[in-house]
C-alpha cells in the first residue's frame, strides 16, 4: 500500500509540474522573441546604442542566472524544492510585469538582470521531480518535463507575436505574469513534498554549506563531464540563433514573411523535441542514458551538417524539424544522468549547478555564432554546429563512466 501511493504521489507531482513548466514556458517565451523590438520601441534613456542595448537585454538575464542559478540550487537542498520553485514563478511574475511599466532600454535590462537573480523555473522543477521520482524512472520523468519546457517554446511565440501586434509589446509582460502565477498556484495547492534535509545540510554555516555541497556534487564521478556536455548541447542549440534569420531572409523570396517563416522553423524543432523527449527517456531508462545521449547527440550533429548546403527555405525546414527531434533525447539524458551520478538530497545543488552551466552557455554561443558568420559565413555556423554535437558524442562516448551513464544508474 506504502509503494502504491508513494507511485501515486510522484507522478502527481510530476504532472502537476509538467503543467507549471509548460505554462512557465509559454509565458517566458512569449517575450523572448520580441525584447529587441522592445528595446527600439522604448529607446535608450542615455542614448546608447540600441543595437547594443539589445544584446544585453539577453546576457544580463543570462550572465545574473549563472551566478544566482548554484546558490538557490542548494537552498534547495536545505529548506525544500517546492520552495524554490514557488520563488522562481512568483519572483519572476513580479519583475515580469514590472517590465510592462519600463520607461527605457536601461530600465529593461537592470530587470531582466534581477530576473536572472530570482528566476530559474528550469533547475527548481527538475530538482523537485528528480527528488520525487523513483531513480528507475528517471530518465521517463525528465522526458516529461522537458515535453512540458518544448512544447511552451513552441507555442509562447505565436502567442506573443498575437498580443504584440493586437494590443502592443507590453500586454505580452503582462500576460505572462499571469501565466506564471497561475502556475505558482499550482505548485502551491497541488504539490506535497515530503522534504527531508540532507545529512550535512545543517550542520555548517549557510555559506560554508553551500560550498561543501557543491564541492561534493563536482567531486562525484561523470558530475564534470556531463556539465562538460550540458554547456556544449546548448552552445550548439542557440549558435544559430543570432543568424538564422538572416539565412532564412536569403532562402526566401523578397516579398516573403521572414518573421513568420524563422518562427515556423524554431517551432517546428521544438515541437518534434518535445515528441521525442518522452519516448528516449524511456528509452535510456532501459538500456542507459549515456547511449541515447551518443545516439542522439550524433544524429543531430549529422543532420545539421547538410543544412550548411541547403538551397532553398523549405529544405532547411525539414532538416531543422528533425534535428529537434534528436536534440530531444539529449536533453532529458543529461538530466538523467546528473541524477544518476549522485545522490538523493543533492538535487537542489546538482540542478542549480547545471542552470549556472546552462546560463553560461546561452551568454556564451550568440556570440560564437555571430563571430563564426562574420569569419566564414552564415552556412559555417550549421557547419560549425554540427561538428560541435559529433564531437559531443565522441566525447560521451570517450569520457562518461559506466556506471551510471552508459548502462544506467
Known sequence: MNDFNGDIQWRRTLWIMFVAQLLSAVGFSVIFPFLPLYVQELGSAWHMDLQWMAGMVFSAQALTMMVAAPVWGGLADRFGRKLMVQRSLFGGALVLLAMAYVRSAEELVALRAVQGMVTGTISAANALVAASAPRRRIGYAMGVLQVGLTAGIAVGPLLGGILADRWGYRMAFKVTAVLLTLAGLLVAVGVREVFQRSEDAGDPGLTQGLWNGWRQVLGRPGVSMAYILRFMTYLGRMMIVPVAPFFIQ???????????????????????????????????????HGRVLI??????????????????????????????????????????????????????SVYGLDSSVISGSRALAPLVGSGVAYAFGVRATFLATGLLFIAMALLALWALPRRGGLRGP
Open 295 to 348: 545516439l542522439c547527440s550524433l544524429a543531430t550533429g549529422l543532420f545539421y551538417l547538410p543544412q550548411s548546403l541547403v538551397e532553398n527555405a523549405w529544405q532547411l525546414l525539414g532538416l531543422q524539424a528533425v534535428c529537434g527531434a534528436a536534440l530531444g533525447g539529449t536533453l532529458p539524458a543529461l538530466s538523467s544522468l546528473l541524477a544518476g551520478y549522485t545522490l538523493p538530497g543533492e538535487e537542489g
Open 250 to 288: 536569403s532562402l526566401l523570396e523578397q516579398d516573403a514573411q521572414v518573421n513568420t517563416f524563422t518562427g515556423l522553423v524554431f517551432a517546428s524543432a521544438s515541437l518534434m523535441g518535445a515528441l521525442t523527449a518522452v519516448s528516449c527517456g524511456r528509452l535510456g531508462d532501459r538500456i542507459g
